[in-house]
């Protein structure tokens, strides 16, 4: 659990994402690190649809975002994801966007979730996915 322990997941930022001055807007990032985080999840053999499928859910509790310097239409954006902290109930993602030919750092962040199950009550992580997200 450190970000030796990273996955990167690198892709362009899109029209859509960015305001007349072709930057991005400030929550793209935000959808970019959930993107980071589902390839995290799936680089770690628990892909999110297989655990909505075991009736519990992850629902974001916290979000932090450091905005350093501007992503742009048409450059390619790498973001960086590890677990900064795991707790019985609840799992915390830091986060690095950089742009991925420069390698020059725009964005830091963390997101915490915390497991619901299906009557929207915190549930606590099953030991199978704990294992999965420590890496063991």
């Known amino acids: 659990m450190s970000q030796d322990d990273s996955v990167e997941t690198t892709f362009p930022v899109r029209y859509a994402e960015t305001d007349q001055m072709g930057v991005a807007h400030h929550a793209s990032y935000i ?15 628990c892909a999110y649809e297989q655990i909505e499928r075991e009736g519990v859910y992850f629902a974001v509790a916290e979000v932090n975002v450091r905005y350093r310097a501007p992503a742009r239409y048409g450059e390619q954006v790498t973001v960086r994801t ?18 991925a030919e420069s390698r020059d750092q725009l964005v830091t962040g ?21 294992s999965a997200l420590h890496g063991s």
């Not at 677990?83 to 950089?98: C, K, P, Q, W």
């Open 31 to 45: 959808v970019w690190m959930e993107e980071g985080r589902s390839q995290y999840m799936r680089a770690k053999g």
């Open 82 to 99: 590890w677990i900064d902290d795991l707790r019985s109930r609840a799992v915390t993602f830091g986060y690095e966007i950089v742009n």
């Open 110 to 130: 963390q997101v915490k979730l915390v497991l619901m199950d299906r009557q929207g009550r915190a549930a606590r992580i099953p030991d199978a996915l704990q």
